[in-house]
């Protein structure tokens, strides 16, 4: 639970407790109303009228009831008039009634009490007599139980529940009464929430949870009174019990606290795990070790012996337990700064300070870019950090990237006292800044000294024009072809209002604004300030140039221009419009053929038009899925190729290119490879002149040898030449010799080193 959720959570619940109890109460029918009891008798206008639910209404019967000798079973108030005094009998299948006259009654159950049109009277015949009851009185025997609902014929009125509506049914009026309470309790506590300014979960929480408690709360007290015909106090228990309990767990269901984070997402490269213990998890014969894979199982892994049969992946310097050196690097530092030695730190802790030579006091100029950095005796990675902290892991920004180098940079600005008084208070700061450093090794080892940054940055007011250090879309990049807008960011080395044209004209008269961050903290993790507009009216085939300004201090008053500096030279942007990117070649197609179980096939592709004359980046895939296109090996300029190792068989690929300005060309590539491990066969052997003649099945290259010791047993770059190479038909001149030819096709595939093509003998 977070912090005051839970003093929260328990205002809401106690809020709960509150509405559904006193809504609740309300919609009952009350005993005590203005210290008055239902059913007090009082002389009103010369009329004798009795006291219900508020309302003074005329005694009906005799207004002078005699004292009761029995004790009350319970005695209840359900609209109309005086109800009667209930008690159980002592006869079997009966009740006894006292009325408000006095009179006593014995009632047998299931007496059919007939309504009185036109009147709120019902009459029943009660031994042998006709007797004439009131509303209340009736209801107050339908509700103790002792006559049932189809005693009654025509329905009862009742009144209990605003907008005069019935249901003919005391428990079904509480239900339906609960619903519409809720309802308008919700409704209200929303509005009220609303105007308040609660907070959406807390309105939810207490208008739901009222809403629901109080829909429970009648619901259960009219099965409990109207149904299962209890007592008032029970049903009373029961409604406000369920109530209470349903309103508390829709409220905890309900409730729901928002709060607001600022989180910064860095995209950095993998980096392998420290150390080396999986190295040797490389070299087994299962899968075949290389470079890249020993070097994923660990920082410390590294090929030995590499080309020969004892390559292995090892763990380079396992016993190294030495954290790397820090140096500042001087070739970092900006110019006209220096690295000053830094006696003020105290042991372990080592550092430098930077000192801005062109400053009386050696500080350096708020919101100017100032870049430094650390070179090292082994390559390693580097974090730095604001505030002092005890492990490498705690620090919060790496130093420049997550690379293991040598020498790390990195590139701040800041702002100075003057520019944190005025702007954020809050911030206590003298102008004084120190950044600590601490690295770690491919073995894990980490500096426990840090070494220390220290600068100061002038106290003077501000009297420099912001500085456009970079934009989203890098200056001069293409756009795609057809784009009219395109969102952009631009990158300002202090807080500023700026706003932009398409023409080099003064800040005041520029067009268009944009939504800048105007906050001393609100600096991204390159201390930049970003600012974000639409740039509109892009133009294809043509330089599109936008000119912008920027204007500082935005917390400083409008009308007091001339204490703020403004760009005076315009920061010049250009995208150039680009044309359609298209696909003017591709191959292979037809079929390739290999000699063996797999075929080498190049995909080749040729880009045209688009930005720069066809320079794209070109992808292919078999299935035509986005995720599943891979980046071609040799792509980036027009010409793009990719090598394949394919089986037999027929193949289908899709090629994808995108050049810089988003333009892309789609096509695809068929082709079948075919593996043919056969030589070449000889068809047809014949003299033809003064030659004796071959023809082959495929293209070959053959030659031939009379040696009768060898016979068939001889390179075929040893033999004597057939004219002619890669084709069908082969010569030799004819002679009373026995020629042993070996012929091979363009693929290489020829006979068995002591087998031949052929053997002629001309003899025969």
């Not at 009768?708 to 040893?718: R, S, V």
């Amino acid at each position: 639970m977070r912090k005051n959720e839970g003093k929260t959570l328990f205002i809401i619940l106690n809020l709960i407790i509150s509405i559904v109890a006193f809504s609740f109460l309300i919609s009952l029918n009350s005993e005590i109303v203005s210290g008055l009891k239902n059913g007090d008798t009082q002389v009103i206008d010369g009329q004798t009228k009795v006291y219900n639910n508020g309302v003074w209404q005329p005694l009906n019967l005799v207004s002078n009831p005699q004292p009761n000798t029995l004790t009350p079973a319970a005695t209840s108030i359900v609209g109309g008039t005086v109800a009667a005094k209930v008690y159980k009998s002592t006869v079997e299948n009966a009740f006894e009634a006292t009325l408000s006259d006095g009179s006593r009654l014995s009632i047998a159950k299931g007496t059919v009490f007939t309504r009185v049109e036109g009147t709120e009277l019902y009459k029943a015949t009660i031994g042998g007599t006709e007797r004439t009851f009131t509303a209340g009185q009736y209801n107050d025997f339908l509700s103790k139980g002792f006559i049932s609902k189809e005693s009654l014929e025509g329905a009862p009125t009742s009144s209990i529940w605003p907008l005069g509506l019935s249901t003919g049914n005391l428990g079904w009026d509480y239900i339906i009464q609960g619903a519409i309470h809720g309802a308008i309790v919700f409704g209200v506590v929303q509005l009220l929430g609303n105007l308040l300014g609660l907070e959406k979960g807390v309105t939810n929480a207490i208008s739901g949870g009222a809403a629901a408690g109080l829909f429970a709360g009648e619901t259960t007290y009219g099965i409990v009174r109207g149904f299962m015909g209890k007592s008032v106090a029970n049903a009373n228990m029961w409604g406000f019990g369920v109530g209470i309990v349903v309103g508390l767990l829709v409220a905890q269901y309900l409730y729901t606290e928002e709060s607001q984070e600022t989180v910064n997402f860095e995209c950095l490269p993998w980096e392998a795990p420290t150390k080396g213990e999986n190295c040797e998890k490389c070299n087994t014969e299962l899968y075949p070790c290389s470079e890249y894979r020993c070097k994923a199982l660990g920082q410390a892994c590294e090929i030995v012996n590499a080309g020969t049969k004892e390559e292995r992946c090892v763990w380079v310097n396992p016993k190294d337990v030495n954290s790397p050196i820090i140096q500042p690097l001087k070739d970092a530092l900006t110019r006209d700064h220096r690295y000053d030695p830094n006696n003020a730190i105290r042991p372990p802790d080592r550092g430098v300070k930077i000192v801005y030579s062109k400053s009386s006091d050696g500080c350096v100029k708020a919101f100017t870019p100032l870049e430094f950095g650390v070179m090292l005796n082994e390559p390693s990675q580097c974090k730095i950090d604001y505030n002092r902290t005890d492990t490498f892991d705690q620090m919060v920004y790496y130093l420049g990237d997550n690379f293991y180098r040598y020498n790390h940079t990195e590139q701040l600005s800041l702002p100075g006292p003057t520019q944190l008084e005025k702007n954020a208070p809050e911030l206590k700061n003298d102008g004084t800044y120190n950044l600590y450093v601490r690295c770690k090794d491919k073995n894990g080892n980490e500096n426990n000294d840090l070494f220390v940054f220290t600068f100061c940055v002038e106290k003077g007011p501000d009297v420099t024009p912001p500085e456009i250090v970079s934009t989203s879309i890098a200056n001069g990049m293409p756009v795609q072809y057809g784009l009219n807008s395109t969102e952009i960011e631009v990158y300002v080395n202090e807080p500023s209002e700026c706003k932009w044209s398409k023409s080099d004209i003064d800040y005041n008269e520029m067009e268009n604004t944009m939504a800048c961050s105007q906050n001393i903290w609100e600096m991204n993790n390159q201390m930049l300030y970003k600012c974000k507009t639409t740039l509109i009216g892009l133009q294809d085939r043509t330089a599109n140039d936008f000119f912008f300004k920027c204007r500082d201090q935005p917390w400083l008053q409008v009308e007091s221009p001339s204490d703020r500096n403004t760009n005076l030279q315009s920061y010049k942007f250009t995208l150039k419009g680009s044309q359609p990117l298209t696909i003017s070649s591709t191959s292979p197609n037809g079929t390739i053929s290999g000699n063996s179980n797999v075929v080498p096939v190049y995909l080749e592709v040729e880009t045209d038009n688009g930005q720069n004359y066809g320079d794209a980046f070109c992808s292919y895939s078999l299935t035509q899925n986005e995720k599943d296109y891979i980046k071609m090996y040799e792509t980036s300029t027009n010409k793009h190729r990719q090598r394949l190792d394919l089986s037999s068989g027929t193949y289908t690929y899709y090629i994808q290119c995108v050049d810089l300005g988003g333009n892309a060309a789609r096509t695809s590539i068929s082709f079948n490879v075919e593996v043919d491990t056969s030589a070449p066969v000889v068809s047809r052997v014949y003299k033809e002149g003064s030659k004796l003649k071959i023809i082959t099945n495929e293209k070959s290259s053959c030659s031939y040898s009379n040696n009768q010791e060898k016979q068939c047993n001889f390179a075929i770059a040893e033999g004597t030449n057939m004219p002619y190479a890669n084709s069908t038909e082969h010569f030799a001149e004819w002679a009373s010799k026995t020629f042993y030819i070996k012929c091979q096709d363009n693929a290489g595939r020829q006979p068995l080193p002591n087998e031949c093509s052929i053997v002629v003998n001309p003899k025969n």
